[in-house]
């Protein structure tokens, strides 16, 4: 098992241009997330989703959006990519779905975005 | 919502002394709290976890200690080793999908 994927490891863009940050999970996972990690800052919850077909804003949502384009895949796009959105983003995985247990996460091995 | 607090952010111990890590809560429906290790350039792992219904766990040389009144945690690091070295998060779950994570602790042991 690869565990959780994600796509590219690193990326330049300019102000205003737009990217899909790409994950899988081959763990059967229910859930997924994708968090944003800067200095001084921890782990900040951009958005997830608790089974295929839905999902729910996070922490700091704005400037994103995501799909859950089917339970192993969950993709995070920024469409005009913007200075403050320079960070390392990270995709997590956990088994469990809606409802009131909590399963540990499983990280993906984090792209390093720079936004010039 | 949650708010989760984090201290000391860096931490310099000798090899072979004990660090303790204390993270506070703020929302009293938190029930799981988990404990990541993140090493430079990698992703964060679990190392240990506590739920509400438990006041200690404890794994070889990490421990955690929960205070549900008092709204606070700590990891507990004995006879640490360099390869302690790393940078550390404390989180808070309310419920099964939101993790809110602290500001981490930068722990380096000293050979």
């Known amino acids: 098992n690869a565990g959780v994927t994600q796509t590219p490891k690193f990326q330049v863009l300019k102000t205003g241009q737009s990217m899909t940050l790409q994950c899988a999970q081959d763990?059967?996972?229910?859930?997924m997330y994708w968090y944003r990690q800067d200095p001084g800052m921890g782990l900040r919850l951009i958005y997830y989703?608790?089974?295929?077909?839905?999902?729910d804003k996070g922490e700091v949502p704005n400037g994103y959006n995501v799909s859950r384009l089917n339970k192993r895949e969950f993709s995070l796009r920024l469409e005009s990519a913007a200075p403050s959105q320079t960070s390392v983003y990270f995709c997590?995985?956990?088994?469990?779905?809606?409802?009131?247990?909590?399963?540990?996460?499983?990280f993906g091995s984090g792209t390093q975005l720079s936004v010039l | 919502g949650e708010n989760v607090e984090q201290h000391p952010s860096t931490l310099s111990v000798q090899e072979g002394d004990s660090a303790v890590i204390k993270c506070t809560y703020s929302?009293?429906?938190?029930?799981?709290f988990p404990w990541y290790k993140q090493e430079l350039g990698k992703r964060p792992q679990l190392i240990i976890d506590?739920?509400?219904?438990?006041g200690e766990k404890k794994d070889q040389r990490i421990a955690v200690t929960l205070n549900k009144t008092a709204k606070h945690f700590s990891l507990h690091i004995t006879e640490t080793q360099p390869e302690d070295s790393a940078v550390y998060f404390c989180?808070?779950?309310?419920?099964?999908?939101?993790?809110?994570f602290g500001t981490g602790t930068s722990l380096t042991v000293i050979p």
């Open positions: 989703s608790a089974s295929e077909g839905t999902t």
């Open positions: 929302d009293s429906a938190s029930n799981y």
């Open positions: 989180a808070a779950s309310p419920t099964g999908n939101q993790f809110y």
């Open positions: 506590i739920r509400s219904n438990v």
């Open positions: 997590a995985s956990s088994v469990r779905g809606r409802g009131p247990t909590n399963e540990k996460l499983f």
């Open positions: 763990m059967n996972h229910n859930s």
